[in-house]
């Protein structure tokens, strides 16, 4: 019976090769999408039925990663010979996967997979599965293919640059400390980020286009929630708010520059001040969401600092119609 099953399991992750490969000779769309579908789903499937059945092996760990890179390139291939990816995108891809496999034979990288390597898999399949249902789908102002795109390539190389044993704990803490401004002064560690990234974003950054800016917040929303515990458990914290964790003040002022966009020097003066006063003093209720427990660490970290902003942008707009 386990043999049955453990083929079952192999020709599972086997099929979204063999089905990829008619892709270059078939031209009809439907089968295009199909494909790209079970390309995605199988890769949850087969694991999931390995699981269940308690059958992982390493022949069939090794065999879903090769399975994944090779499903991957073929439809990275295929894309771009409908012009439908960039060679740049592409070989972004392709070199992290290279780097990836050269570091592990090295033993320079982990063998096992982190969380950013799962989510760069399961975007790409995302990317692959709305790029073959592109002609179906209603264009918006937005071009999702490219926050696809942003959020493939960032997790692509960040799950890649957090296999390194000697790299990952720094770039946890430097994604904690907000490039480690919340060090610099350390009585201050929230005003001193929030100054420096309100500055980077509203003047450093504010002319890159929605799709980055979207993209960028996801990314970061990913890092946030998955890495948090990790960030606490490295700097022994027994708060579950330490001081020097701001990455959850970027991720609301970050929040704040994808909904107003460009503002004047005075603008960005008072909107922070409004963020800063909710932000430390907390009322209307941003206090106890701190102390809401049914709530994840990493959720009440960040809940009552996306709702200070949200108070200080309702504030400003209305100081702005006022005005006006």
């Known amino acids: 019976m386990k043999k049955s099953q453990i083929i079952l399991i192999n020709c599972v992750t086997l099929s979204r090769v063999v089905a990829l490969i008619p892709v270059f000779f078939i031209t009809n769309l439907d089968y295009l999408f199909v494909v790209a579908v079970w390309a995605g789903l199988s890769d949850f499937l087969d694991g999931f039925l390995a699981r269940k059945w308690g059958l992982t092996t390493n022949f069939g760990v090794k065999l879903d990663q090769y399975a994944d890179k090779i499903a991957s390139l073929l439809l990275l291939l295929f894309f771009i010979q409908n012009q439908q990816l960039s060679w740049l995108f592409v070989t ?33 399949y995302l990317l692959f599965i709305y790029l073959s249902a592109e002609h179906l789908i209603y264009q918006t102002s937005i071009e999702f293919k490219m926050v696809l795109m942003i959020l493939s390539i960032g997790c692509s190389w960040f799950s890649f640059l957090l296999s390194i044993p000697n790299l990952s704990s720094q770039l946890i803490y430097a994604f904690g400390t907000t490039g480690l401004s919340s060090i610099l002064i350390k009585k201050a560690s929230g005003t001193i980020t929030s100054i420096v990234v309100f500055l980077l974003l509203f003047f450093g950054l504010n002319s890159i286009g929605l799709e980055y800016k979207i993209g960028l917040l996801l990314f970061l929303l990913i890092i946030h929630f998955t890495y948090y515990n990790l960030f606490l458990k490295q700097i022994n914290s027994l708060n579950d708010d330490p001081s020097i964790y701001t990455l959850d003040e970027t991720l609301a002022i970050t929040l704040a520059w994808l909904y107003v966009g460009e503002l004047s020097i005075i603008e960005v003066i008072i909107l922070f001040v409004l963020f800063r006063f909710f932000d430390i003093l907390k009322p209307l209720g941003i206090r106890k969401i701190e102390k809401q427990l049914k709530w994840t660490a990493a959720t009440r970290n960040v809940a009552d600092d996306i709702l200070a902003m949200v108070y200080a942008l309702l504030i400003f707009q209305m100081v702005k119609i006022y005005v006006e």
């Open 92 to 124: 972004l891809i392709i070199s992290r996967e290279l780097a990836m496999v050269i570091f592990r034979k090295l033993n320079w990288a982990n063998i096992q997979s982190n969380f950013l390597g799962k989510a760069k898999t399961f975007l790409l």
